[in-house]
């Protein structure tokens, strides 16, 4: 969908220590950049009051299809509830999120998620 439609846009609900430390997704090859935009404050773990006015300045439209991701799909799953109460049309969650699920030890990234399904990122 990132790919088809230039439109299209991948929403980062991460916190911003979470980008910088974990790494984000690298949409370079397709020319975009994925919107930034947190659901949460860290380390407060505030709703960031601002986070639908972020949304309409990144977002192409109301129509414009919006993917997010978190760490696992949580976040995201409800960033995409308020972007759609909000009268967006067109919003999906990226279910396996950034890093996706526990394993057996209680650690993420080795069962589903952007990284370990081999999608590019940047760290740093």
């Known amino acids: 969908m990132l790919a088809g439609d230039p439109k299209a846009r991948l929403v980062d609900v991460r916190t911003e220590a979470e980008w910088s430390f974990v790494g984000v997704p690298d949409l370079s090859s397709l020319d975009k950049r994925p919107l930034l935009v947190e ?14 006015d972020q949304v309409k300045e990144g977002a192409a439209g109301r129509e414009a299809p919006l993917l997010f991701i978190c760490r696992s799909g949580v976040r995201s799953k409800a960033a995409a509830v308020a972007a759609t109460a909000a009268g967006y049309t067109r ?3 990226v279910t396996t999120g950034f890093e996706g699920d526990h394993d057996e030890n209680a650690r993420r990234g080795s069962v589903g998620g952007w990284k370990h399904d081999g999608l590019p990122w940047v760290q740093g």
């Open 39 to 52: 659901w949460t404050d860290f380390p407060s773990g505030q709703m960031n009051p601002g986070f639908l």
């Open 91 to 93: 919003c999906y969650n």
